[in-house]
């Protein structure tokens, strides 16, 4: 509901968004997005634990001894460095969540959609330009 209000601020509350929502698909619209949501938590956890655990001794090894005795300044360059590899994993499926939720709105701009929509709408509508496309918003995640 949170995506669907971002994506039209016209609605006024929370059962205006609900009603528009159950309206265009009936309840399979409030789990719009949730495979790809599901896939990027997976994979989140995948990869998070192990950056944590290795990256610490990385920078203990690498870095200058000034810094090195600083373990603030290894956290902070953990830190840095988990958010951007997930930033640059994770904007991916971020991206194609954002487009499942909000798909029936884009439609109602453009034309409609037959059928169902899936990634290979997705491909479709990015014009050619696939990779700009999945990482569209990677800075504002970054930030995140």
């Not at 870095?63 to 360059?77: G, H, T, Y």
């Not at 997705?122 to 504002?140: I, Y």
């Amino acid at each position: 509901m949170k995506t669907q209000w971002q994506a039209n601020p016209a609605f006024k509350n929370e059962l205006q968004i609900a009603k528009s929502m159950y309206k265009v698909n009936g309840m399979r619209e409030f789990y719009a997005g949730s495979i790809a949501n599901f896939s990027r938590i997976v994979v989140k956890y995948f990869y998070r634990f192990p950056l944590m655990v290795q990256l610490p001794h990385f920078y203990s090894q690498r870095l200058p001894d000034s810094i090195r005795q600083n373990k603030m300044a290894q956290k902070f360059c953990t830190a840095m460095t988990i958010s951007l590899i997930e930033s640059f994993i994770l904007c991916p499926f971020e991206r194609i969540k954002t487009y499942f939720m909000t798909v029936s709105q884009l439609a109602e701009g453009a034309k409609q959609t037959e059928g169902k929509v899936g990634f290979k709408t997705f491909v479709a509508e990015s014009d050619h330009h696939l990779f700009k496309s999945l990482f569209k918003g990677m800075l504002s995640l970054y930030i995140r």
